[in-house]
């Protein structure tokens, strides 16, 4: 059989690209599950790799993509809607499934990233969500969506990999692959995902301070922060990229970095035990 029979009939080698934004490690863990599937059902080879690593022209060379997020306020955190906008379009549209781990309310992620890939050739067939436990602040101490992505949840991931190669197959051969629908979430949870721009959240969600006796300059914040806000000068600085995800805050060793969480623990998790004092300062 030919090259250009091989593309026709969907028996051409179909190598996958699956990339992942993920602050916690959820959404990496589904993606890995999902390559695993993906290499199981017979993708010839399969590149699992985090978003930062990958270039806006690499997808080009792929004939599956997948894309996995966290949902952060209610839709996809920017360092992912960045990466979709600045990818280069494809001549030819390319199968493409998509994916999210949630606390519980994803809002209408996926219907945004389907939109903003097929900008780009980008044609999503099937997509997969499930929850990862929440580690935003306010909901860190309630433990909410602990033990997620669960062994079945990784297991679901796994099974959707392998069921993703034949809507790959019959896409390439021409065969009807119908493109994913999603039923548009409004009301109130559109509404909040709508205000939770980046506008609202600079000027009403906790800052960061930094306590400067506290730091010992190690650096931690600067590389764990995935807009690179923050410039070690040596001391750390905070730019204007923050997307208020709050890794910084959390993952300091010294808790030299400082939000006063007390109004929006009260609005939203009105159950949480009290924030110890020395961090509502
Ligand atoms: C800054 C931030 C905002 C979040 N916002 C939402 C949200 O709006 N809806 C939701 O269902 N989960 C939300 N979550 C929970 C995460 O989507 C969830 O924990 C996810 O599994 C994290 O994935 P990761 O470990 O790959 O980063 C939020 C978590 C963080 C840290
Ligand atoms: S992680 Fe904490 S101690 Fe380390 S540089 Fe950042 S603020 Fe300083
Ligand atoms: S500065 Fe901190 S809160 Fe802001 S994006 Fe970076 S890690 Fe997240």
């Known amino acids: 059989m030919t090259n250009d029979e091989a593309q026709r009939t969907g028996d051409a080698p179909l190598n996958a690209l699956v990339v992942y934004f993920s602050q916690t490690g959820n959404t990496e863990q589904v993606a890995g599950a999902m390559a695993a599937g993906l290499a199981e059902a017979g993708c010839d080879a399969v590149d699992l790799r985090p978003i930062h690593q990958v270039t806006p022209d690499a997808w080009l060379a792929y004939r599956v993509v997948g894309l996995g997020t966290p949902v952060f306020y209610y839709h996809e955190p920017a360092p992912v809607r960045d990466w979709i906008k600045a990818l280069v379009?494809?001549?030819?549209?390319?199968?493409?499934?998509?994916?999210?781990?949630?606390?519980?309310?994803?809002?209408?992620?996926?219907?945004?990233?389907q939109k903003f890939l097929a900008k780009r050739g980008g044609r999503v067939l099937d997509s997969f969500e499930c929850w990862g436990y929440d580690t935003y602040p306010i909901y860190l101490k309630s433990f909410r969506k602990w033990g997620h992505p669960s062994a079945d949840d990784l297991a679901a991931a796994k099974a959707f990999g392998r069921g993703f190669v034949e809507k790959a197959r019959a896409f390439h051969a021409g065969r009807a692959a119908p493109e994913a629908a999603y039923d548009f979430v409004g009301g109130r949870t559109f509404r909040l995902s709508w205000i939770c721009r980046k506008p609202f959240l600079d000027r009403f969600f906790p800052k960061l301070h930094l306590v400067p006796p506290l730091c010992i300059r190690c650096g931690a914040c600067a590389q764990a922060c995935p807009t690179g806000n923050i410039l070690m000068q040596p001391d750390p600085l905070f730019l204007n990229l923050c997307i208020h995800c709050y890794l910084c805050e959390r993952i300091c060793p010294t808790n030299a970095i400082r939000c006063d969480w007390r109004f929006w623990t009260r609005k939203m998790n009105p159950d949480a035990p009290p924030p110890p004092a020395e961090q509502s300062a």
């Open 89 to 113: 379009r494809r001549p030819d549209p390319v199968p493409v499934f998509t994916f999210n781990t949630n606390g519980g309310n994803p809002c209408n992620t996926l219907r945004r990233m």
